[in-house]
């Protein structure tokens, strides 16, 4: 295996000793023998975290599996409701940013600084394009009244305002862009460069969420006829009655669920819709949670890079981030395929 | 292997220390391109073939590769030490142990639901109706 080559290479060229003969570097910590211990301690801790992260996961992959294999049928239906083209395209955002985020640990390994800062500053670019994207579909089905099981009210016609919950989504984001510019021009005017370098990295970084909104509304423009032919292979599906009638037996009687639609598989799609949208919902919230602390991490990632923290012994932050970036972006290579390419 | 170009020194010339494996770029674009081909296939093998029960086979797989190239290769699992390979894998087994005993768990309880006469006839006989339930 590579790595058993690796250590004995180590042995070879005498750097087993550690760090003792050069400066023991402003980031070792004194408890570690040199780098290298700090170093493989830190990994075997980040691949500890991410085990913890899968098991977190796993228990809606669970949920999904077990709903999946007893009601087939309610998975094809509300597969319908999703937009392929847009999964794909925020697949292959989302793709995109991991080769970025692995090309920042290669820049950060080679002490090319300059290249570290650009290449997380694009993945937390391809993060907020993501999210962007993520939005305007959200939203999308908000506006249809598709909402998670309890609230699930589509009948074919548009309940709400798709944009006032897109402009409520878009709030945050744009506050952060806002505040992340004001604190660059004043990095700038009170004379920290390096922190104004930071923040308006940082603005431009955020402001990827409102080009993930354009590519998404922009897409909703050009396909607009499409997704009604879509809205309308689901229509027969839910009418209106049925969610009223089933809202408060719901309410009253929750576990019960899968027992009446075992009597009655016909009547109940409207509740069973809403299922399949509580796991979608929960499915891709929690990896956008995800992603948004990614977001944070990158941030902080991106300021050290800029102050130019990073050394050939001293990469560890940006490879950690980026197990976890790659982490996440191994969760949604399953989600994809599982809640949008169903049917 | 792509990645057997080892850059031996840093931007400033000095020497890499052992851990520092960095990947190089023909490795990270390949990888890349590898991904977005699978994404493709992935579709378009969804959205045109009629497979039936077995698509979700396909899918599965298809993401199982790439799942696996960015473990090999942005994730530097070709370099890491074996303990941390097998820790991560180990999440994956207890995953597995997890979804396979609930799967078999709920798929014993299918027939109690089924058996269950109705809602009502279950509230009179608790003791399948807890069955149900859980």
Same mark, same amino acid.
């Given at each position: 295996?590579? =790595?058993?080559? @690796?250590?004995?290479?180590?042995?070879?060229?005498?750097?087993?000793?550690?760090?003792?003969?050069?400066?023991?570097?402003?980031? !070792? @910590?004194?408890?570690?023998? +040199?780098?290298?211990?700090?170093?493989?301690?830190?990994?075997?801790?980040?691949?500890?975290?991410?085990? /913890?992260?899968?098991?977190?996961?796993?228990?809606?992959?669970?949920? %999904?599996?077990?709903?999946?294999?007893?009601?087939?049928?309610?998975?094809?239906?509300?597969?319908?409701?999703?937009?392929?083209?847009?999964?794909?395209?925020?697949?292959?955002?989302?793709?995109?940013?991991?080769? /970025?985020?692995?090309?920042?640990?290669?820049?950060?390994?080679?002490?090319?600084? *300059?290249?570290?800062?650009?290449?997380?500053?694009?993945?937390?670019?391809?993060? =907020?394009?993501?999210?962007?994207?993520? &939005?305007?579909?959200?939203?999308?089905?908000?506006?249809?009244?598709?909402?998670?099981?309890?609230?699930?009210? %589509?009948?074919? &016609?548009?309940?709400?305002?798709?944009?006032?919950?897109? =402009?409520?989504?878009?709030?945050?984001? $744009?506050?952060?862009?806002?505040?992340?510019?004001?604190? *660059?021009?004043?990095?700038?005017?009170?004379?920290?460069?390096?922190? $104004?370098?930071?923040? +308006? *990295?940082?603005?431009?970084?955020?402001? +990827?969420?409102?080009?993930?909104? $354009?590519?998404?509304?922009?897409?909703?423009?050009?396909? &607009?006829?499409?997704?009604?032919?879509?809205?309308? *292979?689901?229509?027969?599906? &839910?009418? #209106?009655?049925? @969610?009223?009638?089933? #809202?408060? =037996?719901?309410?009253?009687?929750?576990?019960?669920?899968?027992?009446?639609?075992?009597?009655?598989?016909?009547?109940?799609?409207?509740?069973?819709?809403?299922?399949?949208?509580?796991?979608?919902?929960?499915? /891709?919230?929690?990896?956008?949670?995800? !992603?948004?602390? +990614?977001? !944070? @991490?990158?941030?902080? !990632?991106?300021?050290?890079?800029?102050?130019?923290?990073?050394?050939?012994?001293?990469?560890?932050?940006?490879? %950690?981030?980026?197990?976890?970036?790659?982490?996440?972006?191994?969760?949604?290579?399953?989600?994809?395929?599982?809640?949008?390419?169903? $049917? | 292997?792509?990645?057997?170009?080892?850059?031996?020194?840093?931007?400033?010339?000095?020497?890499?220390?052992?851990?520092?494996?960095?990947?190089?770029?023909?490795?990270?674009?390949?990888?890349?391109?590898?991904?977005?081909?699978?994404?493709?296939?992935?579709?378009?093998?969804?959205?045109?073939?009629?497979?039936?029960?077995?698509?979700?086979?396909?899918?599965?797989?298809?993401?199982?590769?790439?799942?696996?190239?960015?473990?090999?290769?942005?994730?530097?699992?070709?370099?890491?030490?074996?303990?941390?390979?097998?820790?991560?894998?180990?999440?994956?087994?207890?995953?597995?142990?997890?979804?396979?005993?609930?799967?078999?768990?709920?798929?014993?309880?299918?027939?109690?639901?089924?058996?269950?006469?109705?809602?009502?006839?279950?509230?009179?006989?608790?003791?399948?109706?807890?069955?149900?339930?859980?």
């Amino acid at each position: 295996m590579a =790595t058993a080559e @690796a250590a004995s290479a180590s042995e070879g060229h005498g750097s087993d000793g550690h760090g003792h003969d050069h400066d023991h570097g402003q980031f !070792i @910590a004194h408890h570690f023998t +040199g780098p290298r211990q700090q170093y493989d301690s830190c990994k075997l801790g980040i691949w500890l975290f991410l085990v /913890t992260e899968v098991l977190f996961f796993s228990g809606l992959f669970v949920a %999904y599996t077990i709903y999946r294999y007893h009601h087939p049928e309610v998975f094809e239906e509300a597969s319908k409701f999703l937009d392929t083209r847009l999964g794909a395209l925020n697949t292959i955002v989302l793709l995109f940013s991991s080769l /970025t985020m692995a090309w920042a640990v290669r820049a950060a390994q080679l002490e090319q600084r *300059a290249v570290t800062t650009r290449s997380v500053l694009i993945t937390i670019f391809c993060a =907020t394009v993501f999210l962007g994207v993520k &939005a305007v579909e959200y939203s999308h089905k908000w506006g249809l009244g598709i909402f998670v099981a309890y609230f699930f009210k %589509y009948d074919g &016609a548009h309940h709400g305002d798709t944009n006032s919950y897109l =402009t409520t989504l878009s709030i945050v984001p $744009g506050i952060c862009v806002v505040v992340c510019a004001a604190l *660059a021009g004043i990095g700038m005017a009170t004379g920290k460069p390096l922190s $104004g370098k930071f923040w +308006g *990295a940082l603005a431009l970084g955020l402001g +990827g969420y409102f080009a993930g909104v $354009g590519l998404g509304v922009g897409y909703e423009a050009v396909f &607009a006829s499409e997704g009604e032919s879509h809205a309308e *292979a689901g229509d027969h599906a &839910a009418p #209106a009655e049925h @969610a009223e009638g089933d #809202a408060h =037996t719901e309410a009253e009687h929750e576990h019960e669920s899968t027992e009446a639609l075992v009597m009655d598989p016909s009547s109940d799609e409207a509740r069973n819709l809403g299922l399949f949208f509580s796991i979608y919902y929960f499915m /891709t919230g929690l990896h956008a949670f995800h !992603i948004i602390a +990614g977001v !944070i @991490a990158l941030a902080w !990632i991106m300021n050290r890079s800029i102050q130019g923290h990073f050394r050939a012994d001293y990469f560890g932050p940006v490879d %950690y981030v980026g197990l976890y970036w790659h982490l996440v972006d191994l969760i949604w290579i399953y989600l994809f395929p599982l809640l949008y390419l169903i $049917g | 292997m792509a990645h057997d170009s080892h850059q031996q020194v840093s931007a400033e010339g000095t020497p890499l220390p052992s851990f520092n494996h960095p990947i190089s770029v023909t490795t990270l674009l390949a990888t890349f391109a590898a991904l977005v081909m699978f994404t493709i296939v992935t579709v378009v093998v969804a959205k045109s073939l009629p497979m039936g029960r077995f698509e979700i086979w396909v899918s599965l797989g298809i993401a199982t590769v790439k799942a696996l190239l960015v473990m090999l290769f942005f994730m530097h699992m070709l370099h890491d030490k074996p303990f941390n390979v097998l820790i991560f894998i180990s999440g994956f087994v207890f995953a597995a142990l997890f979804m396979g005993l609930t799967l078999s768990d709920s798929e014993h309880y299918q027939d109690d639901i089924r058996a269950a006469p109705s809602f009502e006839g279950a509230q009179t006989t608790p003791i399948l109706a807890r069955g149900a339930e859980e």
